[in-house]
């Protein structure tokens, strides 16, 4: 534990309460070869020479796509609850790769890192028969640090390298928590992206555009996180992704249907955009209407907040502008009662504190959400207007698909409403604890947003107007 006071930043954890509504969240973290690496291969080597494949093959011929699993499960999602009904998350999602596996256009590469066990790095084939396992182990990590946006670097530059393909899709899977970034001591509960348990390290919000530009371009980054479809997560990624997929909101544990996105790859393999967002808001649909099954009980999750969105990363350039235009207007003309408006009916994500069902240090809003509520309460035609650009914006160049479900009965949110992509904003509370600006490890001010827009001015005199 970090702190007693602390217990709030577990607001991420995947949580399963059986007959209740709750039902949380999934997300992810990573790293690279130690020196302990090394010693366990009993070689002084570079990376590449500790893959251990059974034998050595001639570079792969280059398929239509590569499908990159960066798996995280050193931590509570290595954990099975109720019998064995639920949990081990990895290996069911693992299950469901090997229903389809890599085939003569897709290729399905895995690091999948397990509490107590290090990592394997995986070739998925179809699993078909009792002496078919459906991987094939091309290294393995006793001592990996899933945490270390490193391991990441390297297990899809080895990815590309290895089996190459004309386009790529990296998943980071594992917990997330959007642009916080908690100050944490080993063997710590509190969680991040890519979060490793065992060394208690994780993948900092600014460390995933350098993460990014080392490894190199890939066509669809998908985030099967909790929290991380957010501007300030995305922005410092923009440069290097053709299309992100994410969720505003907790993520189920259950994370992407991973049969189901193979067969619609190799069903098209040139798929569009547009075409890959419509499957999975489809999908989401979908799972969301029938239930989740455990064991032979079906779970309604009619009461649960879900969203996920895919979000075009070229217009993040723009986005900028659009903040400044509409930040400016509402500070220059004093806008007081329509942002207190906004700071309190705003749809807001899961708080910090699991307890606190009024989500009144919740931090993420949605942004669409935010500045129609702030530009409909709006005093003055230019802030008027600037809200109404930026919510045209985002609906129209910004984000391309967005689905929200369900209500928020208890703080009266429609996530059919949301936008498709969350901002940091002034937090409901009156009184901000005490503790809380002691575990950010990273300042708002210093992300790339922050450092290329106003909007953290704006949230300082936000908070300034509601806490007066």
């Keep these: 534990m970090i702190n007693k006071n602390l217990r709030f930043l577990s607001a991420a954890l995947s949580l399963m309460v059986l007959g209740a509504t709750a039902i949380k969240a999934q997300d992810l973290n990573l790293n690279g070869i130690s020196a302990a690496d090394v010693k366990a291969m009993e070689a002084d080597k570079g990376?590449?020479?500790?893959?251990k494949p059974d034998k050595p093959e001639a570079p792969q011929a280059r398929k239509e796509w590569t499908i990159m699993v960066f798996m995280n499960a050193k931590n509570n999602l290595s954990d099975s609850q109720l019998m064995g009904l639920v949990g081990k998350w990895a290996e069911k999602d693992i299950a469901e790769m090997k229903k389809v596996g890599t085939t003569s256009k897709v290729n399905v590469v895995v690091e999948h890192g397990a509490k107590g066990k290090g990592s394997r790095r995986l070739l998925i084939g179809k699993k078909g028969g009792f002496f078919s396992s459906g991987e094939k182990v091309y290294g393995e990590y006793p001592n990996a640090d899933m945490g270390d946006y490193k391991r990441v670097v390297e297990f899809v530059q080895w990815s590309k390298k290895t089996f190459p393909a004309r386009k790529y899709m990296l998943v980071l899977w594992n917990h997330g928590l959007g642009w916080i970034d908690p100050k944490m001591q080993k063997n710590s509960a509190g969680k991040g992206i890519l979060f490793d348990d065992e060394t208690g390290n994780y993948v900092r919000t600014r460390q995933m555009g350098e993460m990014m530009r080392q490894a190199g371009y890939v066509d669809v980054l998908m985030q099967?996180?909790?929290?991380?479809?957010?501007?300030?997560?995305?922005?410092?990624?923009?440069?290097?992704?053709?299309?992100?997929?994410?969720?505003?909101?907790?993520?189920?544990a259950q994370g992407f249907d991973y049969e189901k996105l193979l067969n619609f790859v190799n069903g098209n393999t040139a798929f569009t955009d547009g075409q890959l967002s419509d499957f999975l808001m489809n999908w989401l649909r979908e799972f969301y209407a029938g239930g989740?099954?455990?064991?032979?009980?079906?779970?309604?999750?009619?009461?649960?907040?879900?969203?996920?969105?895919?979000?075009?990363?070229?217009?993040?350039?723009?986005?900028?502008?659009?903040?400044?235009?509409?930040?400016?207007?509402?500070?220059?003309?004093?806008?007081?009662?329509?942002?207190?408006?906004?700071?309190?009916?705003?749809?807001?994500?899961?708080?910090?504190?699991?307890?606190?069902?009024?989500?009144?240090?919740?931090?993420?809003a949605d942004l669409y959400d935010f500045a129609g509520i702030l530009g409909r309460g709006a005093v003055s035609q230019e802030t008027r207007q600037a809200a109404e650009n930026l919510m045209g914006f985002i609906k129209n160049r910004?984000?391309?698909?967005?689905?929200?479900?369900?209500?928020?009965?208890?703080?009266?949110?429609?996530?059919?409403?949301?936008?498709?992509?969350?901002?940091?904003?002034?937090?409901?509370?009156?009184?901000?604890?005490?503790q809380l600006e002691a575990v950010f490890e990273t300042k708002y001010g210093d992300l790339s947003l922050s450092k290329a827009s106003q909007w953290d001015e704006f949230v300082a005199w936000t908070d300034g107007v509601w806490r007066k």
């Design 47 to 51: 990376i590449l020479d500790f893959i």
């Design 224 to 252: 099967n996180a909790c929290l991380q479809q957010m501007a300030e997560v995305l922005y410092e990624m923009k440069d290097y992704a053709g299309l992100f997929v994410g969720s505003e909101e907790t993520m189920l």
């Design 292 to 364: 989740m099954n455990i064991g032979p009980i079906s779970m309604p999750l009619d009461s649960i907040g879900a969203t996920l969105s895919t979000v075009r990363p070229a217009a993040l350039n723009e986005l900028p502008a659009y903040l400044n235009a509409f930040t400016g207007a509402a500070m220059r003309n004093n806008e007081t009662e329509a942002v207190k408006a906004a700071v309190a009916k705003a749809i807001r994500f899961t708080s910090l504190d699991p307890k606190d069902t009024k989500k009144t240090i919740a931090p993420y």
């Design 398 to 434: 910004l984000v391309l698909r967005s689905v929200g479900l369900n209500k928020d009965a208890v703080n009266g949110y429609n996530y059919g409403n949301v936008g498709g992509i969350a901002i940091n904003a002034t937090m409901k509370v009156k009184t901000v604890p005490p």
